[in-house]
């Protein structure tokens, strides 16, 4: 099974800073990851594919990074609205898995 | 507009069986993968269950394999997870996605086992 380990678990953070989340693969996984932001009570909604492909509608300050086994997820200036918990998900192969997720929370 | 519509939580005693359901619109459902990942109180994501567009393939995560099964029926656009066997730990939000990049999900169903 591949396993992604993400980092940090968490971080502080303020309005207007730039912000950078990591995942690792424990195998090459091409560029076969996606980013998800989920805020509490709702269902997780994807931000990037093909690790640096922005999904529609999804605002420019978030960007992806990455092949193999090392990706960013950077979020260019942090708005009010984007403190979330944020989660990786490998679908290379099966099983499917996540990166544990990175709580932006206001510093 | 794609549109999942996940039902069929509750509250089930360990041991009891449920039958989630993920009704799909707006897009051609008989063309996508489609996918069950659930979410316990306070924890991550986990990816449950996988289940190509004909049904020809399915793939499950060890912590279910054995006690759930997935289904899909292309005719009604629904998804589905029978799930039997279960246990407290198996407490959690179950969503449904579309495809093997999972880029639409559902507003997930409150499954709660519990004696």
């Known amino acids: 099974d591949i396993q992604m380990t993400q980092s940090p678990s968490s971080l502080s953070a303020s309005v207007g800073d730039r912000v950078t989340i990591t995942c690792r693969a424990s195998q090459g996984i091409r560029n076969d990851l996606g980013w998800y932001q989920q805020k509490p009570g709702k269902a997780p909604k994807r931000l990037i594919y093909?690790?640096?492909s922005l999904q529609s509608g999804v605002p420019s300050r978030f960007s992806g990074s990455g092949s193999g086994t090392e990706f960013t997820l950077t979020i260019s200036s942090l708005q009010p609205e984007d403190f979330a918990t944020y989660y990786c998900l490998q679908h290379n192969s099966y099983p499917r898995t996540f990166g544990g997720g990175t709580k932006v929370e206001i510093k | 507009e794609v549109q999942l519509v996940e039902s069929g939580g509750g509250l089930v005693k360990p041991g009891g069986s449920l039958r989630l359901s993920c009704a799909a619109s707006?897009?051609?459902?008989?063309?996508?993968?489609m996918n069950w990942v659930r979410q316990a109180p306070g924890k991550g994501l986990e990816w449950v269950s996988s289940i190509s567009s004909s049904s020809s393939y399915i793939y499950y995560a060890d912590s279910v394999k054995g006690r759930f099964t997935i289904s899909r029926d292309n005719a009604k656009n629904s998804l589905y997870l029978q799930m039997n066997s279960l246990r407290a730990e198996d407490t959690a939000v179950y969503y449904c996605?579309?495809?093997?990049?999972?880029?639409?999900w559902g507003q997930g169903t409150l499954v709660t086992v519990s004696s």
């Open positions: 707006g897009f051609t459902f008989s063309s996508y993968s």
């Open positions: 996605a579309r495809s093997q990049l999972a880029d639409y």
């Open positions: 093909a690790a640096s």
